[in-house]
């Protein structure tokens, strides 16, 4: 009421609360349609003529001062308890502003009574659930645990009991067996105990002699293998990467050699292309009569030569030799690339083939340089060095074809090969150097 602003108090109100307590300050204030649909109650005290046991009873009651509870608003309290008296029986004798009064007395005492030690209360309720909480806590605890127990017992009796009882009897009944046995049959026990170790140690040296002895001399020998393969293979590598780097090596020096090589054939062939090609020229006009005069010389030589004496041979020797010209198949640096080429591919060659073949042919070029060298000891030695390079030209036929002159010394190997095989004169060498190791190999002569 008070938040709906309705703080005015009627007149009759007033005479109420001349009854209850002292009047209100403000008492004129009333509500606004008390005028047009209420008529005003005079301020008489009514007063019955007969007064009952209730009423005397009521008159009697002290009703303590409590706070004001205001009547006013849309509609007043009292416009309604007064329509309710007037519709009903009445209050048995008592004035509605006495029932007022006891039911505002009654009102104030329920509302204090309601509202005292509110907050007391409140906290007491909320220490009541907390604990009431705290409580129920423990007791879930404690019943969750009991659970598990609970369950399992359960489930040990539904799902084991059955078991255990049988593996109970079961148990005993071994024991009983066991204790009659060592009581009543010790032989038979001792009898038992010695066959018992005897099938153990039987089965113990069938499983070492079927399965242990032979896993262990399966490990030694794969073991053994292991090392071997382990070894064989570390040598293998080894092996290979020492012919690796000794075919690397010859390799750099092959380069190193063919580039210098290159080198100085590229100078050579800078100052042939400058000088000695008009020199040559000039050397072929001055030298174009040489092959009459070597004819003519062979076959002067030959005639000596079919009388198989050895007089006229060396007599023809000296006579060819001082008059040898200077000519050569082969130049030095030729020869020497020739023979650096052949060494180095018969190097080559041995590194390809297998360590066994290696060492074989190890000791047979020993063997062969040795018995070379018996030979070039026995043997006679030229006079000249123009000897010695018409020789190696010959032996060293197919290495290296390098210069101007490589067509016409194959043409003269071509009719040397054809004399040596024919046999006769038919094929006449048109070269000095070739006429005489012809010469030399048709009389036999080294």
Known sequence: LAKKGMTTVSDDEASVNSATGPPPSSHHAHHPHSHSHHREIPRVQ??????????????????PAYPRVHLAGPPPILDVIRE????????????YRDAISVLQAVAATKMNSAFRCYRKRWRYSAARRMWIKHFHDIVSSHFNALRVYVVHNVNTRKYCWRKIKAWRYYTKRAHERRTTFRIAFWPFYVWHRYADAAGKAK????????????????????????????????LNRTADAFNHKLVRADSAVLLRWMHEWA?????????????GNAMRQRYFARMILIPFYIWRLYTKYRAFARGHTKVNFHAMRRF??????P?????????????????????????????VELKDKLKKRAKAKKESNVRKSTAVTPPSRHHESMSESSDNEGSVKAGSGGHARRRASSVRQSAVAGGGAADVPTDLSEAVQLLFKVHGFK
């Open 46 to 63: 009514i007063v019955p003529l007969i007064e009952t046991e209730e009423q005397k009873n009521a008159a009697n009651v002290r009703i």
């Open 84 to 95: 309710m008296v007037s519709y009903g029986r009445g209050l048995q004798g008592s004035s």
């Open 203 to 234: 089965d113990k040296a069938t499983f070492l002699v079927g399965r242990v002895i032979p896993t262990l001399v399966t490990i030694k020998v794969f073991k053994a293998w292991k090392n071997y393969t382990k070894l064989e293979g570390h």
């Open 263 to 275: 080198h100085k054939r590229h100078s050579i062939r800078r100052c042939w292309t400058i000088r």
């Open 320 to 325: 060819l030799l001082p008059h040898k010209l």
């Open 327 to 355: 000519m050569r198949s082969k130049s030095n640096a030729e020869r020497r690339i020739a023979l650096k080429l052949k060494e180095l591919k018969r190097r080559v060659q041995l590194r390809r083939v297998s360590k």
